[in-house]
């Protein structure tokens, strides 16, 4: 199962919760990615990979200097449908296409560009028959299929509840979206987001925590206390 996760606006960011977010790396081996938006720009920046280690995603995120209003959303994958390949890990742009089974695997998407509303993740499976591209993921083709109706994107900044609702005919699904000029949305069918009140943030499940291991030398040792 992926996680995602979720530091809303008006929470502090702090070592605690960058550490959660770089210890995805030990957990979801399939692909690890980000996305932030500060509150002084119209623009969501993201970034993806499967080879990320826990001190370069900790470092990545420590180097934003984050501020309270600011928002950043994570994704751990579990792949089940698609390779394990950098553009299989989420985000996903809204609205683009495959080019050689490769997708966008850091940029930033802007408030400007109609074409590209923003970024999202999923959490879940979808049963969707689609002809895209069926060596990417099924969060992809949903994505081709679903996400790149534009009355759709409006429905989710408006009402990501009935939203939910209404599309969880396609499969067990919670869906976090970061828009350039609405921010985070975050999406379910019928189960509860996890709300951690010690950090602050939100989750889709409960595989997220610090982390348990640390580094010598290159080898990954387990913590005894």
């Not at 985070?184 to 291991?213: M, P, Q």
Request: charged fraction near 25%; glycine fraction near 10%.
């Amino acid at each position: 199962m992926c996680i995602v996760g979720i530091k809303p606006k008006g929470i502090e960011m702090n070592k605690n919760i960058i550490d959660v977010i770089a210890s995805t790396t030990k957990s979801y081996r399939c692909g690890v990615g980000f996305a932030y938006k500060r509150s002084n720009e119209q623009a969501v920046h993201f970034k993806k990979k499967v080879n990320y280690s826990y001190d370069e995603l900790y470092k990545d995120i420590e180097a934003l200097n984050l501020k309270a209003d600011d928002e950043i959303i994570w994704h751990g994958r579990a792949a089940t449908h698609g390779g394990t390949t950098d553009s299989n890990a989420h985000p996903y742009i809204l609205g683009e296409s495959s080019k050689n089974d490769l997708l966008t695997t850091e940029g930033t998407v802007t408030a400007d560009n109609k074409n590209y509303q923003g970024v999202f993740m999923h959490n879940g499976i979808f049963n969707i028959k689609s002809t895209h591209n069926p060596r990417l993921s099924d969060t992809y083709n949903y994505g081709r299929e679903i996400l790149s109706n534009l009355e759709v994107i409006d429905l989710i900044k408006k009402d990501p509840e009935l939203y939910g609702k209404m599309y969880a005919k396609y499969g067990w699904a919670k869906l976090a979206f970061l828009f350039p000029d609405v921010g985070v949305r975050y999406t379910t069918d019928n189960s509860e987001w996890i709300h951690d009140r010690n950090l602050g943030c939100i989750f889709s499940n409960g595989g997220y925590g610090a982390s348990k291991y640390y580094d010598i030398g290159g080898k990954t040792v387990l913590k005894t206390n």
